[in-house]
């Protein structure tokens, strides 16, 4: 590699870090995730479903624009697919609002007001 830094990886780190939190919602989602995949799968399955998914909440407040715009489903609404699941979330400053965590083939409208 020269001096010159040719050849480099250009960083992924966005420039701020934001807080993520989740609304009561969401961790009722998370909560009843949690218990479905381990009636369905197991402790190990459960164990390593909730990992995913917390890594995937987790980078949310490095790249919060990860997730496509949906603006039928609420204002500012971001989703961003998960294995099964669906994060819907948006971005407020420095905070990301993750609103429900549903399953890939629920029905958003039958769980946002217009």
């Known amino acids: 590699m020269s001096a010159s830094g040719a050849g480099r990886v250009p ?3 966005s420039s701020r870090k ?13 909560v009843d995730i949690r218990f479905s995949t381990q009636q369905q799968g197991g402790e190990t399955e459960r ?5 995913t998914l ?9 790249f919060p624009e990860v997730g496509r715009r ?3 489903h ?3 609404c971001r989703v961003r697919p998960v294995e099964h699941h669906v ?9 990301i609002v993750v609103v429900r965590i549903l399953h890939e083939r629920a029905d958003p409208a039958q769980h946002f007001q217009p």
């Open 47 to 51: 164990d390593r479903y909730e990992v």
């Open 11 to 13: 960083s992924l780190m």
């Open 54 to 62: 917390l890594h995937a909440i987790a980078a949310l407040a490095d």
């Open 18 to 30: 934001r807080t993520v939190v989740l609304t009561s919602e969401a961790q009722d989602d998370f």
């Open 74 to 76: 609420f204002s500012g």
């Open 87 to 95: 994060l819907f979330y948006r971005i407020e400053d420095d905070i």
């Open 70 to 72: 949906s603006p039928e």
